[in-house]
């Protein structure tokens, strides 16, 4: 009988330590993910609400800026862009961690007829609105802060979404309607799909 407790006592430290490793693994590689800020779907109102001008700004600006042929995603993350992704004529390309100042943005940057300049102002622009990223496209796509493994947003179509738009995009998991043509978007996708905070997923 010891003999089989310490086995199982031996196992139950192997599995314990492998658990703990993983979160420490999850906590590096995603940047203090188990100790960084934690918001909710109202604090997402709450900025929209007091930012709104300066959200739709972003809008312009990315909307205007973005040759019709062009896909484009870009998060600014301690002085780097931690996302730069661009689809151009069908072409796909995903960036993480460039330094602004390097070859290789410069690179992205004649692709889609842009200048650090226009990189500048987005920045500008984002910080004006209390947002961390976009991406273009209808609807646009405007990332408000991280929390937990996904990400806050605001996808805004061009216009006031049909009916059945409203009922395709909301889902509850990925996407909430919230007024006019804004929706509230939560994802994720490092270890799965992200749902809001307080989703229960239905059984089908």
Known sequence: MNKLIKVLLILFGILLTIILGFFIFLHIAFDGIFTGPSYDKQDLIKNFEKKKNEIIEVKKFIDFKTPRDTYISIEFENGELGIFHVKKNENFESNWNLEIDSKKTDSLLTVINWTKNDLKNLKEKLDKANCISVSSGNPTTIGWQRSGMGKFSYSIFNQKPTDSIISQYNDGCLYIYYKD????NYSGGAI?????????????
């Open 181 to 184: 043509n804004i929706f509230l």
């Open 192 to 204: 799965g799909l992200q749902c809001f905070p307080g989703y229960e997923r239905k059984n089908e």
